[in-house]
């Protein structure tokens, strides 16, 4: 049983999960989709491999049998938390509070195609595995001792990833995330001064200067934020206030198919297959409702390592302008769009990061 | 000129500084010490090139001539901040905050030796990089306009250092950090409870249970914290309360000097010269005399990859526990103290991580 404990320092809480230890590692030599074989016999993700993982929570489509699976949701062979356990904090003296590991963690495997990641999909694959994520989402909220659930992305060795085949995972806590309470708080405190979502002032904003914005549709915007970290950080954002991406429409995920695919496909092209994580921000499960926070993606291109001075200061230094790094994906976008050949991929390195 | 820029959701502040992307990259293929020559043709902190950094602000000895130097220290030629520029918060609307890129970016050239890391220098080698980081620390606190000074340490490319020749760096900025103000509001808010420092409680904890010390020496001592976030994260921190580094007398950078140094000769041995990042957690310029805050080092080994689920949530997995490294650590130090040989580097591994 694995442990989480709080910082009494700085009130955070940290998984202590000795069993992730023993995982294993693939780490193949290169990591460029068009080099890698469409089907690998030792990847435990691969078709005809499905032993090699615990059993399905969910498969697409449902019905089909053995390999033909198109989406499959298994749970995290080396998961960092389980559903038995206790919620009851217990404390140490007063300094140091801590409960069981009880969670979920569960993997999504996106497509059967070993070397396809989410930017070279289908638009109707990538729809697949946004409903997976809605799916699994909208079954574990009814789990009333999970609080707050993570949708993330781990792609290329600098992500932190394990296995390239391309998949996602899903961390569902019994508690409500430091970095989501953080700006919880924030979205909280604007609402009770403004009166309004601050997202959707963010977005109408936004919208209004134009600099940063990538793309905008009916449904979502997708932009560099103002003080973006890293070079190219992304968000797509629902335009219409919605605080849990559980309540997303099918008709939104559906419309993000297209936007994420897209906006990933620019990455993919623009600065040759990088390394990034993306994250769904959304709220705990307790306040899907709410008039204060509003669900997004955040896409963060792993192009620099995160050294002495982030970790100690927790200040980033970000070697591009938002601005700059909009106007060059923004023009990529624009001529997928119109079929036209995408720009040299060299055009982007003048506002590419070298390290921080 | 470089900008500090607020995140209007988060409220923390990122430095956009597109200069910085010019600055090179040594990337040599391996980083560990005895295979690098200890004085490198290329290197701009060897002896011979010091006409490759910008002049200095410090050295010892004050006398040395030409090469003849043990510590210098000089302005990072590729810094994010400088003291020209303008501390006036601008808004764009009502939601963008930045101001100018205003502070200090230097770095300290720990050693002449190319290849001699503080964990295989003499005490004294060290004690004078110590005095150095005081006395610019110092030196730079008369400058009202400089809140807070960050010093750390990137050491080995997973830590994001861009050259092997050991150094450490000192940031100075025109506002508390975020992980600090954070860090502060805790110590505050334990203060206001319980009547006394939340530091000097946790030490006076924890030498009482005695499972996650490392050492303990007249003024410091060494230990492997509750909620550690990853494997072999190690603090030291002071016995006696103090806010700042900046106000440690001068018997206690003595003191510091072996503490520091064994501590980081046993992650040296014990995991094979691992990258890591080392931070000095001080209070702001105008907190030094503070009952709330205590300073102390944190050092964190680069094992793991930080990835998506850190990043969207805050939390780290953590796949040790801080209890089992203490003890691996302390039986290390404790051969060290007797100069008996180390035990086997592989009995480390158990407790390793591998990835989160």
Redo the contacts between chains.
Sequence with gaps: MSEI??????????????E????P?HMPKRMLAHELPSWEESCPFCPGNESQTPDEVLRFPPSAQGSAWEVRVVPNRFA?LSLSGNLTRRE?????RKMDGVGVNEVIIETPSHNTPIALMTREQVEKVLVAYQQRYNTLKENRQLK?I?I???HG??????LIHPHS?L?A?PLA????R??FD??VD?YDNVGRC??C??IA?ELR?GERIIAETKEFIVLH?????VPYETWIIPKRHCASFGLCPATGLTELSTVLRDTLLCLHRGLDNPAF?????TSTTEDEEDPYYHWHI?I?PRL???????????????????E?TAKVIKKMLNSLKKGAPYPDQHALS???????
């Design positions: 404990r709080q910082d009494p320092t700085t009130k955070e809480w940290v998984i202590i999960a000795p992730r230890a023993k995982r590692q960092a140490e003296g007063h300094l140091f707050f993570t993330f992305k781990n060795w600098a992500s932190g990833t394990s995972q961390v806590t995330t430091t970095y989501y953080r700006k924030v979205a604007y601050l997202y002032d963010l904003e200067r934020p103002f003080a973006s970290r994580n993306y994250m769904f921000d955040r963060v620099t390592t995160i050294a002495g001075f982030e970790m100690g200061s927790g200040i980033y230094i970000n070697t591009a302008l938002p700059d003048d506002t590419m990061a070298t390290g921080a």
